[in-house]
């Protein structure tokens, strides 16, 4: 489904679309995000906008109705995909590290909103993860700052993403995982 997130109407569209589909959800994986990169010198409020429109809005709101639709209903997981903004500064890249710090903030939070209805929050920080857009060049510079000297794959995120969504998790609630193979920049 194509889904434009700085559409206010989107969260419950999505949510809709799935109900009707494969019945209530009780997992979501916030990971619609909106990245242009920008230093202090190319920042303007429409690009910090729709960072913010799509990266904080789109997954609060979609988060909120989440859990609105689990009420009365027992459990559930959000987790949210974020960059290791709390990790370390990222120079030139001030609307996206801003917003998804935002995530990293939305996700302790949320996680103690939502722990009585049985839902657990929790983000990933996956690090730099070949998904297609690395160059050769790219990636032979990033190899060097991975310990396991391998760039992450999107199976590696996966495979914790699905261990949050599972059973064996319920006691994991309010963490930010930096599954990213011990990235240092």
């Not at 990245?35 to 904080?56: G, Q, W």
């Not at 789109?58 to 689990?70: H, I, N, V, Y």
């Not at 290791?84 to 996206?96: C, I, T, V």
Request: contains cysteine; hydrophobic residues 40%; charged residues 25%.
């Amino acid at each position: 489904m194509e889904l434009d997130f700085s559409d206010r109407g989107a969260p419950s569209a999505l949510l809709d679309k799935v109900d009707g589909v494969f019945g209530k959800a009780d997992i979501l994986v916030n990971n619609a995000t909106y990245c242009v990169e920008a230093s202090f010198r190319e920042l303007s409020a429409e690009l910090l906008s729709k960072h913010c429109d799509i990266n904080i809005v789109g997954t609060c709101m979609l988060s909120a109705e989440f859990a609105k639709r689990l009420e009365g209903r027992r459990g559930g997981r959000i987790i949210n995909l974020v960059s290791g903004q709390d990790k370390s500064p990222e120079p030139g890249n001030l609307a996206y590290i801003a917003t998804k710090g935002a995530v990293s903030a939305f996700t302790k939070t949320m996680a103690l909103e939502v722990a009585s209805l049985g839902i657990t929050v929790n983000a990933v920080d996956p690090g730099p993860t070949d998904t297609g857009w690395m160059s050769d060049e790219t990636k032979a510079y990033l190899k060097s700052k991975f310990p396991l000297k391998r760039i992450g794959t999107p199976e590696d995120a996966g495979r914790l993403v699905s261990f949050l969504a599972s059973d064996e998790a319920q006691w994991v609630t309010g963490q930010i995982i930096h599954s990213d193979g011990g990235f240092w920049s």
